[in-house]
Each structure stands twice: as C-alpha cells, then as structure tokens.
C-alpha cells in the first residue's frame, strides 16, 4: 500500500452460517457503501475505489460490485481474483475426482 501510495480497506465480515442471511455480502457491502459515501473524510478519491477480493471474496467482489451498481454509486473498478462463480453445481472435473476439496461436496 506504502509503494503504490494506495489505501486498503479489508472488511472483518462474518462467516456464514449465522443468524442472517448472506452476513458476509451485508457486511462487504455496508463497507462499500461507508467508504464511498466517507471517501472525502477518509483520505480517499472517491473516483480511484477499486473492489478487490480472492476466491469467495471474489464472488463478493462481485457482488457487491453488482449492487453498487444496482444502486447508482459509482467506483473505478473491481478486480475479482479466482472467483467462487460456479457455485451452484459439483459437475465439475475437479470436484469428482480430486479427494481433497477446500468447500466440501455435503
């Protein structure tokens, strides 16, 4: 962040299961939505926020990124690393034949 002369913002969000429903999307979004509304009193140029996040931060990349839009608030952009996209099938090579999986088949 030092190099790029960039700031960082990594939300603690909560993991699911919970007591709502999608705790980690509320969360990441809540704090897009904060940062845009903030960026001026943060230290922040409201038009260089870029979303990013890996795996099923990435998906959230994503998704907030969707409802921001949704939403008319604009960003510069997002950068979804390896995003858990393919989430409503097992059907894939991967997933039926390697025995070690990082979300489990059940």
Request: negative net charge.
């Amino acid at each position: 962040a030092d190099y790029l002369n960039v700031v960082v913002v990594s939300p603690e969000y909560t993991l699911s299961p919970a007591d709502r429903p999608m705790p980690s999307f509320a969360d990441c979004y809540a704090t897009a939505e904060y940062i845009t509304a903030n960026a001026a009193d943060l230290g922040i140029s409201r038009d260089q926020i870029v979303i990013s996040g890996d795996s099923a931060g990435g998906q959230l990349t994503i998704a907030v990124g969707m409802e921001l839009a949704k939403n008319a608030i604009e960003i510069k952009g997002l950068v979804p690393l390896y995003p858990m996209t393919q989430i409503m099938t097992v059907n894939t090579i991967s997933m039926l034949t390697e025995t070690k999986y990082a979300i489990s088949r059940v």
